[in-house]
Every structure is written in C-alpha cells, then in structure tokens.
C-alpha cells in the first residue's frame, strides 16, 4: 500500500542552526506534500505545503523541496528557535487521503 | 473564522462499551477525515466524508464507523471498544481534495 518513510526520527540542533527533515513517499500519483507541526496537547497544525508542479517553496524560515523523480520532500528551518521545538509530520497525497509519516521530533537547545 | 472544534476533548470507557466523537468543520468546509495518533503507530487514516458520503476509508475494522451530516459536522462511532483503542483521534477538514486540510486539538480517548 502507500508509504511515507521520514527520517530521522529525533533531531537535536543548537539555537540558530538548520535542521533537515528528509521524507520518501511511494504513489507515484501523490501531488500534493504538507508539512504539520504538531506541539504537546494540539492538533498538527499545517505550516507548509507543496505541489507536484513546484520544486521549491520558501516561507520565511521554512522552506521545502521537493524531487518528484525520486520521490523524495524534504523540509528545510533555518535559523532555529526554541520555539520551533516540536514534532513535525510530512505527508503525501494519495487517492483522497493523506498518507503521513511518523514524525520527527525537533529539539532546539538554547 | 473558527477553527476545527472536536468534542469532547478527554474521555474515559471501559472496555466493551461505545463512543461517539464529534467534529466540527471549519464553515465552508465539506471535507471531512478522521485520524487515530497513537506513539508506536503515528497517525493512522481512519475514513473522510464529503457531502455526507464516505469516500474513502482506512484499514480499520468495522467496529469504526462515521458519518457526516448536511451542515458537514461528522461523528465517527468506536463500538466494543478495546483497550487498544485509547488514543488521541483528530479530525481535518478542507474545501477541497488534496488542498490544505486544518485539524482540531483532537479527542484523548482513554479506554480501561
């Protein structure tokens, strides 16, 4: 069935460095790539999308890129704060639903 | 504009009883999902609604049911419920397929 792997599971960086979020999504169909961030006791909530027909997307801090050749989408946060800790969920359209991968969970230290 | 709203927001059953969720969409939306998140399995597909018919449904058993209704609000009903079940269960909604889907807090169903 449809699969989305996200890489690495957990992530510690300094205040100020850049974290990487790495999915790989197998529906060669999906065209549509959400990110959610999702903080203790809430709902994900959507921070960033992207479309198969865009290779890269840029929102301030946030950017993702996407390589539908390879399947693979990745999230990119620069300049990381405290306040960017949390767990954060990629996904990926197929047939009506989305598929999500099992979260990677962001530390910033101070 | 509101956002997503599910009641209620905690809730404890004992094993073989039933529970309903309920969910609130944004105003406007049709689109419905329903989602379980639980630590080892991540969040899971459990079935989305659109005008008050499934579309789509996840690989859950039968003892998961939903339904929509003509103002887009959605139930989703666990029957026999087993100890397994206890998790957070969320809801999404969006306007339209495969555009941005918003979730609510979820509801934190503890079964003993």
């Known amino acids: 069935g449809e699969n989305v792997e996200q890489h690495p599971s957990t992530l510690s960086v300094q205040e100020g460095d850049s974290a990487v979020i790495k999915c790989t999504y197998s529906?060669?169909?999906?065209?549509?790539f959400p990110w959610y961030k999702q903080e203790l006791g809430k709902g994900p909530q959507l921070i960033i999308d992207?479309?198969?027909?865009?290779g890269e997307k840029k929102d301030q801090r946030i950017a993702v890129t996407l390589n539908k050749t390879a399947k693979h989408f990745s999230l990119h946060i620069t300049e990381t704060q405290p306040e960017d800790s949390a767990v954060y969920f990629c996904?990926?359209?197929?047939?009506?639903?989305?598929?999500f991968g099992t979260g990677t969970r962001l530390q910033v230290f101070p | 504009k509101a956002g997503v709203t599910q009641t209620p927001r905690y809730l404890i059953k004992t094993r073989g009883q039933q529970v309903t969720l309920s969910c609130s969409p944004i105003?406007?939306?049709?689109?419905v999902s329903w989602y379980q998140q639980t630590p080892g399995q991540g969040l899971q597909f459990l079935f989305e609604?659109?005008?008050?018919?499934?579309?789509n449904k996840g690989n859950f058993p039968g003892r998961f049911s939903g339904r929509q209704f003509s103002n887009s609000r959605s139930e989703m009903n666990v029957s026999t419920l087993e100890l397994g079940d206890s998790a957070l269960y969320l809801c999404?909604?969006?306007?339209?397929?495969?555009?941005?889907?918003?979730f609510g807090q979820g509801t934190r169903l503890t079964v003993v």
């Open positions: 999404a909604s969006s306007g339209h397929l495969n555009t941005e889907a918003f």
């Open positions: 529906d060669s169909a999906s065209n549509y």
């Open positions: 992207i479309r198969s027909n865009v």
């Open positions: 996904a990926a359209s197929s047939a009506d639903k989305l598929i």
């Open positions: 105003s406007g939306h049709r689109s």
């Open positions: 609604y659109f005008s008050e018919t499934q579309r």
